[in-house]
């Protein structure tokens, strides 16, 4: 004992000697240009990128922008929702969520605001009018906006719709989930179930019907947008050609066509099987059939078992026949409240038989089974081609009676509005610099003056944070002390178990060997020495 105590005190007293010494040096360096040394030192505040509510330049190519930043603005131009959900009841229908215009948890530039749903398990609705519709004409349409899960996301959307032109639409206090949209698209999960949505409705130019239309899904791996609470940016573009591209935080995640990589898709088939055409009586869709002509050879024994006794196996050595497998537990006690009369005779539980622990087996010995060399089974015939075979039988293809080409489903509903109309089981989801454009170079332009920013914040902070500690310590060397104690620890702990031949840790081990040598002992005399 005293020696491990003066091991440990040897070890401190070189860690503070270390320490004491390298603080000498620094202070002596210190000394000697203290004016540089305090610059780069000051251990200042997280570097502030200097943020400004974007501007777009030309006005033309945008038909909605929002920053959230001016709460004024804000409240003029968004109409939270007062509908009520249809079919359910009447409590749980309201939209009845809180949005509020608020700063960023965490990491926000000064004076950036976003909009943010501030309520969880209710539904919730806010929409804004465009500054003016957008046709689906010649130009792409481009969607993109920004959203932080500040508390995660369990299940829940951060999805957005543009709204379809028209009376359902024109009262943006009475949207709800059936109001018609254009497009949805954006973040979704529930559970394991991560999605980034891109539907559009789609109407039937033959009946006029709506259909929504649902995007394949993205390749890339979606988990750690919904989990790592940091702004991203999540892009739309749809282009005239019918073609899309999705993107998050700028990266292509997802792109294709409208006619090709959407289910249902926008166009049906030419053809269809005929509904009316039946699979004649007679059509043999079989390929093989048994050898009519085979018959079941006479020594072909259908009865003989599968497994038989093997008549060669013998008792192994050591096998204790007399001794039970389960005897009454010695050491069990009639409980005290046991009565006769009512519960009848007590009987000890049964416990494994100690004396069985090393013998090869107790009780009674069987031989085993093992399988029969004359097992043959059911006997059945071979199988040969059949000569009445006419192939897999299918149904007349005939033309599709719904059938229609449509070549633009770019060419949507035109959108009026934009809107968010969600339920999340996760709190306090932010929006941000939402923006509609014809225009790529001007989302592009947005997303740097808002997003690029933001990361650019996130990015500096977690690199100064590893640059405070580097300075702290330059400061005050004897956190050196602290490291090494603190990463000494573990390692004097393994010396002393391993290395130190120390009385106690040895007879500790010696102990638990002897237990087990001792409880083996006497049953392994009685095992055969032969094997
Ligand atoms: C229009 O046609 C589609 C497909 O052909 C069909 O599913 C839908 O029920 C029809 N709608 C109406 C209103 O007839």
């Known amino acids: 004992m005293e020696r491990r105590l003066r091991f440990l005190y040897t070890l401190f007293i070189v860690a503070v000697l270390h320490t004491s010494r390298i603080s000498t040096q620094d202070v002596d360096d210190f000394d000697a240009d203290e004016a540089t040394v305090e610059i780069e030192n000051d251990p200042a505040p997280p570097i502030d990128v200097p943020y400004e509510s974007p501007v777009v ?94 508390d995660g996301q369990e299940c829940g959307g951060a999805y957005l719709k543009l709204l379809s032109e028209g009376p359902d639409t024109r009262n943006l206090a009475q949207f709800h989930d059936k109001s018609p949209y254009t497009i949805m698209f954006g973040p979704d999960k529930c559970g394991n179930d991560h999605k980034l949505h891109f539907i559009f409705r789609h109407r039937n130019p033959l009946n006029g019907s709506i259909e929504e239309k649902h995007c394949k899904k993205p390749k890339e791996r979606l988990e750690d947008f919904f989990s790592d609470k940091l702004p991203h940016l999540y892009t739309l573009i749809v282009n005239p050609d019918n073609t899309f591209e999705i993107k ?45 002509e085979a018959v079941k050879p006479d020594d072909w024994d259908e009865d003989a078992p599968a497994q038989i006794v093997d008549e060669f196996a013998t008792m192994p050595a050591g096998w204790l026949e007399n001794e039970p497998t389960h005897i009454p537990d010695p ?30 087996g107790c009780g009674r010995w069987e031989p085993p089974l093992i399988n029969n060399p004359n097992y043959k089974g059911k006997w059945r015939a071979p199988l040969i081609d059949n000569p009445n075979y006419k192939g897999k039988w299918r149904p007349r ?82 956190l050196w002390a602290v490291y090494i104690i603190v990463l000494g620890i573990p390692v004097v702990f393994i010396l002393y178990l391993c290395c130190k031949p120390s009385s106690s840790a040895a007879s500790l081990v010696k102990a638990s060997t002897v237990s087990q040598v001792g409880e083996g002992d006497a049953p392994r005399k009685r095992k055969p020495r032969k094997e």
Not at 258 to 271: G, K, Q
Not at 333 to 357: F, R, T, V
């Open 248 to 292: 998050i935080d700028r990266q292509v995640v997802n792109s294709g066509s409208l006619l090709e990589d959407f289910t249902p898709s926008v166009n049906p088939p030419a053809e269809i099987d005929d509904p009316n055409d039946k699979k004649p009586d007679d059509w043999d869709e079989r390929e093989k059939i048994p050898d009519p």
């Open 397 to 478: 293809r005939i033309r599709n009676p719904d059938y229609f080409e449509d070549k633009e489903p770019f060419k949507m509903h035109t959108v009026s509005a934009v809107g968010f109309e969600l339920w999340s089981m996760s709190k306090d989801i932010l929006f941000d610099n939402i923006i509609i454009t014809d225009d790529i170079q001007v989302s592009e332009q947005w997303a740097a003056d808002t997003f690029d920013k933001k990361r650019q914040k996130i990015a500096r902070d977690s690199e100064s944070l590893v640059q405070r500690i580097a300075n702290l310590t330059n400061e005050y060397p004897i």
């Open 331 to 360: 050491n069990a006690k009639i409980p005290e409240d046991w009565d006769s009369e009512m519960d009848g005779a007590w009987e000890p539980p049964l416990i494994d038989n100690s004396a069985c622990e090393n013998a090869p």
């Open 57 to 150: 330049s030309d006005k033309s190519k945008v038909y909605l922008s929002d920053h959230f930043d001016d709460v004024a603005q804000f409240n003029k131009r968004w109409m939270k929702s007062r509908a009520m959900k249809e079919g359910i009841s009447e409590d749980i229908a309201k939209y009845d969520g809180v949005w509020e215009i608020e700063s960023p948890q965490k990491d926000g530039l000064t004076g950036d605001l976003g909009l943010v749903l501030k309520s969880k398990a209710k539904h919730a609705a806010i929409a804004s009018l465009l500054t003016k519709p957008f046709v689906f004409n010649t130009k792409p349409l481009i969607v993109q906006y920004e959203v932080i899960l500040q």
